[in-house]
């Protein structure tokens, strides 16, 4: 079998970075780092990788934020040799990690294009797809085929989104949906929470900073350098409670720097966006209402004596701007952020704001299904969060699911046939309207449009059976009706027919022996269900005879 498992040292938990190696079969992979301290890396300590040897063959970066990105340099500085790839986009916006190291740095990371393997070692290969969320973001397709045997593949997300934001547009689940890989390795930034819909998040940040202003107040905004300010200079630049209006939008630090970056990248953005540049800057405009400047840091004393809206980043000293007048600004935070990453003192007034940049737990769930690998790895987030994600049951009846906290191997145990977990249920929604002694119960069209309809539909007739609380309704076919008189028990209702571990051949030992399973040498519940199901010879087998090892497992037990 085919060595695969996944090492994170960084699981990207709270605020600590992202940085996982996977190994497949001989090769080592380093998705993403993160880490402020790669000390970890260098040692080998924790691998047991000997200090002089790199700790992978490749790294690959999903995308520019600094908590994927920011010990890239250090790394590359131990380690020359060590061959660093990223999204072309990803490459160029890179260097605002590093803008306060001090002389050139020349560029290290290598591009690689959109959609296309490219096969670093014999029988290695990694494809890039853009995943939303940041420009040049990517989700990586990692692919290993042996000599002999079939090929493995792991799906890493990086930070990925699904809807169109104004700067980038969404990672295209159809893109993906073809891949079938073993193993997903996905962000749950957001957990389970839901979010309303993406116009709504906009109006509501929108008045609430206009009527901040409108109370003579000044709004200030501390954010990352790239991302998330971008987008929120675009949406005040286009909505209507601000067009027009009299108002200065100050720019500082790296977010100025991040928006001359993306300034580049014009030719890599939305058709939208490259249209409208035609037309105005992208940024900077202090003829258009409402007007967007750079801030010069000789200017900081002077803004906010007038209401306005400044835009900085976390990393510099923002209380400089409201110290000495609290009582004249409102401080908005993008919720999520992590509350250790900024120390607030009390006489500020703060308020948090959803501008989401990742996908609601609802997104989530959709992206596993449309891929429905063997494994999923939750990374990224709140370990609160992350664990609720793991611990949804529409996932956790499908897939093995883990989510490690740093510095803990996950293996990842795959069989030679690719069993991929079928596709949940789908639930639909119906009216039930009650009018005398008369029940309609009305279905939607997706429900009669679905061949199966046809047969529930046959005679016209239903049969209804409470099932606990629930109601289940079955269509009566001809032949039925014709026997209904004689005494019958449909196997529906049987409930010793059900398929579940308990009720498999191979379940024994409180394991699975099927090498065919995606549960194979598993600890598995009675109750548990996988697609490899095979009823037991006799249904009559008692919990001891279950449990009782015979002469099968022995031979198919893995070595
Ligand atoms: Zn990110
Ligand atoms: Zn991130």
Known sequence: MTQLDCFPYGAGHGEEGVCLLVRMGPYRILLDCGLSDISALTDGSAVSNPPDRAPADVVLCS???????????????????????ASEVTTELLPLNWLDQPGLIPQFVHALPWRSPVEFQDGLTAELFPAGHLPGAAAILLTYTPHQGRSHSILY?????????????????????????????????????RFPHRRQQENQIAERMSRVLSERRSVLLPLPMVGLGQELLML????????????????????????DAYLALLPHLPASVQNFAKHQS????????????????????LVGESPCIVLTDFSTDWQEFCEDTPERWLILLPQHLEEGLIDIPPKYAIETYLL???????STTQFIHNLRPQHVIFVHGDPNYLSDLAGLEELHNRYHLHSPASGNLVELPIGETFLQ??????????ELAELGTVVTITLPEAITNDPRWRSISDT?????????????????????????????????????????????????????????????????????Y??????????????????EPTREDVDQAPG
């Open 236 to 259: 005040l630049r286009s909505h209507h409670s601000f067009t027009g209006r009299d108002l200065d939008i100050w720019v500082d630090g790296r977010v100025a720097s991040g928006c």
């Open 421 to 430: 977990p079928a596709p949940p249920e789908t639930t639909y929604e119906g």
């Open 63 to 85: 995308h520019a934020h600094s908590d994927h990105a920011q010990g890239l340099l250090s790394l590359h500085r131990a380690f020359p040799q060590l061959p660093i790839y």
């Open 460 to 528: 016209g007739l239903i049969e209804a059976r409470w099932q606990g609380q629930d109601l289940v309704l079955r269509g009566l076919s001809q032949r039925e009706l014709m026997t209904q008189n004689t005494e019958r028990s449909p196997s529906w209702m049987d409930s010793s027919e059900k398929a579940c571990c308990f009720r498999c051949r191979h379940f024994r030992g409180q394991r699975c022996w099927n090498p065919r399973s995606p549960l194979f040498n598993f600890k598995v519940t009675p109750d548990g």
């Open 356 to 362: 989401a940049q990742h996908c609601d737990g609802a």
């Open 282 to 301: 992208l940024f900077w405009d202090d003829r258009v209402r409402p007007r967007v400047r750079r801030l010069h840091p000789e200017q900081r004393p």
């Open 157 to 193: 997300t990086g930070d990925f989104f699904l809807s169109n934001s104004r700067l980038v547009e969404g990672l295209r689940l159809e893109e993906l949906r073809g891949l079938r890989p073993d193993v997903v390795i996905i962000e749950g930034s957001y957990g389970t929470a």
């Open 530 to 547: 996988c697609p490899a199901f095979e009823a037991a010879q006799s249904a009559n087998t008692t919990w001891s005879e279950a449990n």
